[in-house]
C-alpha cells in the first residue's frame, strides 16, 4: 500500500485515540458496509464489501458479519474514543477502524503469516454490498467453469447459482474445496458477487453475453484469476475419492509430529491400535479446514466412545513452533475440539508431500485419510466442500456412514 494512505490512516487513528479520557463516545449502531479496497495502481482500485451489523446493550458492543447465510459473531471487540477494533474468531485477522463524521476508516490486517498484510477499509451506513439496476436476466442453476491464472495454467470448477430478483447467492466448486457463502447482485447483465470468511476476501466479476459468463476473480492486491463459464446441468468435477492415493507398495501411512504442548505423536502407535483413525491435514489459515473441523468435532464427540480417533496434522505459515502452535490452539479452542492436534511443519503442499512420503501427493488444504482398525488405509478425500454448497450434506452423511462401517468391522 502507498505511504499516502499510511499516513492518512496513522492521523484518523491516532486523532482518534488522542481523544480525552472524559469523552463519552457513543458506539456506532446499525448495519453498515466496510469495504476492503485493492489497491492494483494509480488507476485500479477493487472494493470487496463486507455486511457488518454493529448493535449495543448497556455498553455490551455486539458485531456480527453476514457472509451470505454464515453469521460470524465477534467476541473480541473493545471501543475506545471513536477507535473500533476487533478479531475475528478462528483465523489470525483483525480490524482497526476510526469513526470519523460517521464513517469507518483504518485497515485489515492478516496476521497469519511472517510479515503481516494490510488492507485499506472504509465503512459506511448501508445494507447493500453492490448498488443495482434490475436484472434483465436469471442464471440460477450450475455453470461449467473454468478459472485461468496470469500464467495460462486452468483449473475446472462449478458455480451454483441461486437468484431472487437481482440478488444472487450461491458458490463455486473446485476439486480441492470451494469458495464460501458467496452473496451479491446481477445489476442488468453484471454479476458480482463477494465472500469474506474472516481471513480470505473474495470478489467474482462477471459480464452476461448471451449464455455464457465472463469475469475476473481478485483475492488480494496480487491475486487475479480469469474466468468464463456456460450453463451445464450435468458436468462434474474429478472424484475427490481418487485424487490423493498411496504410492504403489503402500497400504498404511506412518508420522511423528509434535502436538501443541511439544510431545512427540507416533503413528502407528499402541495407542492407537484397533482403532478407527481420521488423519486431517489442515492448516489454520484455510477456510475449508475450518468447515472440515467443525464437521470432524462433532463426529470425534459421536463416535469417540466407539472407537474413533482423529489426528489433524498441521501445516502453519510461522516456522516458529510456539507461534504455530498458538495459530493452531486458537482452532482447537474455538471448535471446542477434543481430539489429537500436532504441528506437522510449514504449509507448502511440497512440505506437506514431503512429510507424507508414501502418498502420492498433497494436493489441498484439507485432506482426509480414513484408516481401518487394521492401520490400513482405506479412503483418501482431497478438499472439502463445506456448508455453503450442495455437496456438503451427501458428504456428512457418506463419512458418517464409512465411520460407522468401520467401527463395526
Avoid at 324 to 339: G, I, L, Q
Avoid at 346 to 366: C, F, G, H, Q, R
Wanted: proline share 5%; with cysteine; glycine share 6%.
Amino acid at each position: 500500500m502507498k505511504p499516502a494512505f499510511y499516513f492518512l490512516l496513522a492521523l484518523f487513528l491516532f486523532s482518534s485515540c488522542s481523544t480525552p479520557e472524559n469523552k463519552k463516545s457513543q458506539f456506532p449502531q446499525g448495519d453498515f458496509i466496510l469495504s476492503i479496497l485493492f489497491q492494483i495502481d494509480d488507476n485500479e482500485t477493487y472494493k470487496l464489501p463486507i455486511e457488518v451489523s454493529i448493535t449495543s446493550q448497556e455498553n455490551n458492543p455486539t458485531i456480527k458479519i453476514k457472509n451470505g447465510k454464515e453469521i460470524i459473531a465477534i467476541k473480541e471487540i473493545n471501543w475506545r474514543n471513536d477507535s473500533l477494533h476487533f478479531k475475528m474468531p478462528v483465523f489470525l485477522s483483525e480490524f482497526k477502524l476510526a469513526l470519523v463524521n460517521d464513517k469507518f476508516i483504518g485497515e485489515f490486517i492478516l496476521n497469519d503469516r511472517e510479515e503481516p498484510i494490510s488492507f485499506f477499509v472504509t465503512g459506511k451506513k448501508s445494507t447493500e454490498r453492490f448498488a443495482a439496476k434490475q436484472a434483465t436476466s436469471n442464471i440460477q442453476g450450475n455453470w461449467k467453469t473454468t478459472f485461468t491464472y496470469p500464467d495460462g495454467d486452468a483449473y475446472p470448477a462449478i458455480g451454483e447459482f441461486y437468484q431472487e430478483g437481482n440478488i444472487v447467492t450461491g458458490t463455486f466448486l473446485t476439486e480441492t474445496g470451494d469458495y464460501r457463502y458467496l452473496k451479491g447482485v446481477l445489476d442488468e447483465d453484471s454479476l458480482k458477487l463477494s465472500a469474506f470468511d474472516g481471513s480470505h476476501v473474495f470478489l467474482f466479476l462477471a459480464e452476461l453475453d448471451n449464455d455464457s459468463l465472463k469475469g475476473i476473480f481478485k483475492g488480494s492486491n496480487s491475486h487475479l484469476e480469469h474466468w468464463k463459464a456456460h450453463k451445464n446441468e450435468i458436468f462434474k468435477l474429478g472424484n475427490p475419492d481418487s485424487l490423493t492415493y498411496l504410492k504403489p507398495g503402500f497400504k498404511s501411512i506412518e508420522f511423528s509430529f509434535p502436538n501443541l504442548k511439544g510431545e512427540e505423536v507416533t503413528f502407528p502407535s499402541e495407542k492407537f491400535n484397533n482403532k478407527v483413525v481420521i488423519v486431517q491435514l489442515m492448516g489454520s489459515w484455510c477456510p475449508n479446514c475450518m468447515d472440515e473441523t467443525a464437521f470432524f468435532t462433532e463426529l470425534y464427540d459421536k463416535y469417540k466412545p466407539q472407537g474413533l480417533e482423529i489426528i489433524s496434522l498441521a501445516f502453519e505459515r510461522f516456522k516458529d513452533f510456539n507461534k504455530a502452535s498458538s495459530a493452531v490452539s486458537r482452532v482447537k479452542t474455538h471448535f471446542d475440539a477434543k481430539y489429537y492436534f500436532l504441528i506437522a511443519g510449514t504449509s507448502s503442499k511440497e512440505n506437506a508431500s514431503n512429510a507424507l512420503p508414501m502418498i502420492n501427493a498433497v494436493l489441498s488444504y484439507p485432506t482426509a485419510i480414513f484408516i481401518n482398525k487394521k492401520g490400513e488405509v482405506v479412503k483418501i478425500h482431497t478438499g472439502f466442500s463445506g456448508p455453503g454448497t450442495s455437496e456438503y450434506t451427501p458428504y456428512v452423511l457418506e463419512t458418517t456412514g464409512l465411520v460407522e462401517k468401520l467401527l463395526s468391522e
